[in-house]
């Protein structure tokens, strides 16, 4: 099954539009768990780490907290250098980042 098939049927919303919508393009789902909210982001292939999390906690509404204290996961593994392009971090086509606090906060 393609991502261009799944990914409307799990994020909400119609899928946001960062960069050039180039032959590199890629469709990727950024999650963020303490909302329980997903976003489809189609991404050209210049797009930054960075460009996609500043993207993503526009669109949960995010604002509480500064970007930094958030960090993106993908495959389970940090990504470290959010100024890399998605496809130097490693990112396909339909891939998910996870998007969390960098630190936990507690449940009260």
Not at 15 to 22: I, S
Not at 56 to 63: D, I, M, P, S
Not at 75 to 89: I, K, S, W
Request: proline share 4%; with cysteine.
């Amino acid at each position: 099954m393609s991502a261009g098939v799944t990914l409307p049927f799990r994020a909400r919303g119609a899928a946001l539009a960062l960069g050039a919508d180039d032959a590199a393009a890629i469709t990727v789902r950024v999650q963020l768990p303490e909302l329980w909210e997903t976003v489809a982001v189609r991404c050209g292939g210049a797009v930054s780490v960075v460009a996609l999390k500043a993207a993503a906690l526009e669109a949960f509404g995010q604002r509480l907290h500064p970007a930094h204290e958030y960090v993106m996961k993908l495959r389970g593994h940090e990504v470290r250098d959010e100024a890399a392009t998605l496809a130097a971090a490693g990112a396909r086509d339909g891939s998910t980042f996870l998007l969390t606090y960098r630190h936990r906060r507690p449940v009260r």
